[in-house]
């Protein structure tokens, strides 16, 4: 039996004149995908994306999966397709729906007829195929205001269409459709997720990460890249950027007060991350920053570090607890990397007691100890870029 996805769209659909805009991206980002498991037509229709493999050896499992990881698909239903005449649909009922009945105890057959050619009204087919089942499976009762399944008899331009429900899809807006934003990607749980929350917003990613070699390791680099790979999934592929902050992190710990060490680093690693924004055309920043997490998130610890940036920065994880980060990065498979325990540059040199209230005037003191701009332009120097290639 053949069986095909038809995805729905969600906000797309208020963009009005951009509309078609969206589904084109949309349309791009899963032939892209598609590549990847055999051949698949993909064709827009009524609102939807019909997603049709062109022969056996496609893989159709593999395909739903990706398609529900795309950011601006609501739903993806999986269906089985038939000829348009009652006998073949209710032989595709019989065979492909039990499936979704089992342990169920209540149902109702919707039905719906975009081709008005066909001689039955949605009514009489549904009343077709709900008897049938009923007489199939008499435990079933029909419930048509809260059933445990609805089975979908869809009569369209291509055949006709039976499935029981869709998937929910990652939402937000396709990838692509609202600018591209530099992610500060550390190894650690809120930062891939920010990413992963700013992407679902249509935003094409390009990320930093910053090391501190020999203090931080090889392993903690490749666990970026690990992260990097998984965000890619959803976001499509990117290009990450490696830059070495040793440097600046020795002189910091040999010219100012332990107290200022992170807040300083900071200030550096948001001035080079603006400066490779600016160079790879992109219009923010995007940092897991929670308030008041650490102390490094404070109001004030932020506000002295966000003045470095000559665009807006994104902290999609702003108002939320740990808690409720940890969950979306569970969701979204980067937590048990994240959790993996090695040592990030800003855990190398940790001053005993931060400074959560920070004075600009003594930040800005501290800093000029050291030739501010000249060590943005050498760490720049030694940005290294990979291109992180998704795995879809
Ligand atoms: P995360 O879990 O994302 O590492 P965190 O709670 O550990 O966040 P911080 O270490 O204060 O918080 O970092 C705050 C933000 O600064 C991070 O979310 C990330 O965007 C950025 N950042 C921190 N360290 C690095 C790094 N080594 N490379 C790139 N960005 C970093
Ligand atoms: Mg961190």
Redesign the pocket.
Known sequence: MKEILLCKYGEIILKGANRRTFEDVLCKTLRFRAKHFGKFEITRSQSTIVIEPLDDAADVDGMFETTCRVFGIVGVCRCAVCEKNMESIERTVRSYIPQFLTGKKTFKVEAKRSDKRFPLGSPQIAAEVGGMILSEAPHLRVNVREPDVTVHVEIRERGAYIHAGQCKGAGGMPVGTNGRAMLLL??????PVAGYMIAKRGVTLEAVHFESFPYTSERAREKVFELARILARYAGSFNLHVVSLTHIQEELVKNCEEDYFTLILRRYMMAIADRLAGANDCGGLVT?ESLGQ?ASQTMQAIGVTDPLANRPVFRPCIGLDKEEIIQIARRIGTFETSIQPYE?C??VFTPRHPRTRPEIEKVIEQQNRLPFAELVEEAIGTDQVSRIRAEF
Do not use: R
């Not at 550390?186 to 930062?191: E, P, Q």
């Open positions: 550390s190894g650690g749980i809120d930062s897991g650490v990030d800003c855990t």
